[in-house]
Nanobody
Framework: QVQLVESGGDLVQAGGSLRLSCAASGITVSFNNMAWYRQAPGKQRDLVAQILINGRTNYADSVKGRFTISRVSAADTVYLQMNNLKPEDTAVYYC??????????WGKGTLVTVSS
């Protein structure tokens, strides 16, 4: 059974930092494309950052230079370091895994609130 469990969401002031964690079980993160998505109230769920099986990373334009995605294969955990947070970063952040072999899975999300 595959599970993705996010943690690290919190209330933070603008300009602050947070690190989100996604602990995976039932899959090996280095054998899956891993990603963070976010969904603000009343908006669609959007891709924030992804780390591919080959280690390449991609970011939404709105977070480039502020967010960093990484993985620790030995712990099957993916992180999202978020710096210089802005009120518009407020959203529920979801962890996602995807591979041809394992399929697609989602975590339940963690709430990030950035106050101005």
């Amino acid at each position: 059974q595959v599970q993705l469990v996010e943690s690290g969401g919190d209330l933070v002031q603008a300009g602050g930092s947070l690190r989100l964690s996604c602990a995976a079980s039932g899959i090996t993160v280095s054998f899956n494309n891993m990603a963070w998505y976010r969904q603000a109230p009343g908006k669609q769920r959007d891709l924030v950052a992804q780390i591919l099986i080959n280690g390449r990373t991609n970011y939404a334009d709105s977070v480039k230079g502020r967010f960093t995605i990484s993985r620790v294969s030995a712990a099957d955990t993916v992180y999202l370091q978020m710096n210089n947070l802005k009120p518009e970063d407020t959203a529920v952040y979801y962890c996602n895994s995807n591979s041809i072999r394992s399929g697609t899975y989602w975590g339940k999300g963690t709430l990030v609130t950035v106050s101005s």
